[in-house]
């Protein structure tokens, strides 16, 4: 057994120790002419090129270096001759940690579809596609803690199992132990949830917005970062019946205070990206004009995706109430061409996806925050506004996505809370915590939730939810 320290793919690449001994240890992506070794190790998207000398090599070792296959390999780093690299390893020793017999393994040198991919999510990682991808999503994820870090914010772990399923966000998954089959019933027929593990009906957290509110006025300012589930039965690109979500909640913070958060705080993560990431997102943008290609010219992006990316950090996102969002949309061609699905015909309807991406990329061409939403649309905590009618609710919407974040400022009276949540049908009795923050020093406060995926979605350019994230739950889909 061979004991050489391995050198990271990533740092061999940037070194310029020519003639020393290295050794790397990773994955045969191609091996060409019986000479040239390109392998990956996952440390980033390009590979080194290890050359063999085919005449002094056992040839059964050879036959071994099939797309797969785990090598080790001790050389000499040389400077490349070749085109596209500057470093090379001369090999002395190769090793087969691992073979890939090249008749089975579902992943060749060629481009796969990304339905394919998904089927194979189990070692699609090895695509330079997803390795990008991932990357990306990590490099969001770090931004994420940094941002609130760095501002004094509390990451506070909110509960994945749930017994409130209060904010109606979206149909639940129940948690239970009880024998389905047979469950326990009350003399009306009723399951007896009594007997339940927790003694009481249970589901995964639709979100954990109560339970931060509740440290805010405590800490001042908190954000969760952790998986949510819905169980909606959509099936649609940016759905996911598991996702991540942030949700940062502040004490006297309004809905501008809110807004300006969010705002900063997605500039924040995508500079970030482009500043750390910039193998992947190269990648990623030719990805996507080849991607494109294959559609006719008048859907393809006017913006390449560093164009964009960048566009979106050089620019304020454009902030309007609804009800102006309504005046164009009633008024626009689309409306009234009749190209929208859902027409816009009334002030008080839900916006639709469509009419979302109609705004951000054909009338305002950047991300829009918009404000104040009727408030029967709206979940029953948000700050309920003068004209009783409308709330302080935002949502922010952007280019190619439609909604990736949604908030509020929240309704610190106790008097306007409690008719709200009367009027809505809302248990006060099991909300009676929630409730006890607008007796005990209420205050302002607001919050928002930006769905993980989706922000990854955007920063990658990827056009489906399920390719960003590594197994994706979604209807029918739970494999690996
Ligand atoms: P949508 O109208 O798109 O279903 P929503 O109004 O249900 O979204 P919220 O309840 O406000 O969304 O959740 C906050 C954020 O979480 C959304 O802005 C979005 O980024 C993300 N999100 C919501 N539902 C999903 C989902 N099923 N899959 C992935 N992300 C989601
Ligand atoms: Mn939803």
Known sequence: MKTEKRIKVKDLLNSTAFGSEVTVKGWVRTFRNNQFIAINDGSTINNIQAVVDFSSMDETLLKRLTTGAAISVTGELIESLGKGQKVEVKVKQLEILGDSDAEKFPLQPKKHSLEFLREIAHL??????????F?????????????????????????????????????????TTLD???????ENGEVDFKQDFFGKSTN????GQLEAELAAMAFGEVYTFGPTFRAENSNTTRHLAEFWMIEPEVAFADLTDNMNLAEDLLKYV????????????????????????????????ELDLLAKLNFCLN????????????EILKNSNANKKKKFKFLIDKWGVDLQSEHERYLVEKHFKKPVILTDYPKDIKAFYMRQNDDGTTVRAMDILFPGIGEIVGGSQREERLEQLENRMKEMNIPAQELYWYLDLRKFGTAPHAGFGLGFERLVLFVTGMTNIRDVIPFPRAPKTAEF
């Open 270 to 301: 995508i500079k970030h990206a482009l500043e750390t990431c910039g193998d992947e997102l190269e990648f990623l943008k030719n990805r996507l004009i080849e991607e494109e290609k294959l559609k006719p010219q008048d859907e393809r992006s």
């Open 135 to 175: 990357k990306v999503r990590h490099a969001l994820g770090y931004a994420i803690h940094k941002f609130f870090n760095d501002r004094g914010f509390v990451y506070l772990h909110t509960p994945i199992i749930s017994a409130s399923d209060a904010e109606g966000a979206g149909e639940l998954f129940r948690v």
């Open 124 to 133: 699609r990682f090895r695509t330079n596609t997803f390795n990008a991808v």
């Open 180 to 186: 389905f089959n047979n469950p326990p019933r009350l």
């Open 315 to 326: 620019n304020d996102f454009e902030r309007l109430t609804y009800t102006d969002a309504i």
């Open 204 to 207: 995964l957290t639709v979100s």
